[in-house]
């Protein structure tokens, strides 16, 4: 059981270590860009986490939408009309 712990520790130790990594590479990589490309990434950042989730949201209702008409549509009863013989 020990060993378990263990294994999970080093796990554990190991995520922690790549996540400030990449913080780490973040920060450096903000620090070196200039004004107008800090704009640009900022201006991107905020249509992705706005416009991006309204446009998900906008899909998913025209979704259910569309399947409740063709639901009621398939309710009305389709005549068959039989050859004539």
Partial sequence: MSNFFHNAG????????AFTQALRFGARTIRRL??????????????IVSILPLALTLFAIFLVVKLVMGACDGQRGRVIKEPLQ
């Fill in 10 to 17: 080093n796990v554990v130790d190991e995520i922690t270590r």
């Fill in 34 to 47: 200039s004004w107008p490309a800090l704009l640009g990434a900022a201006l991107v950042l905020a249509f």
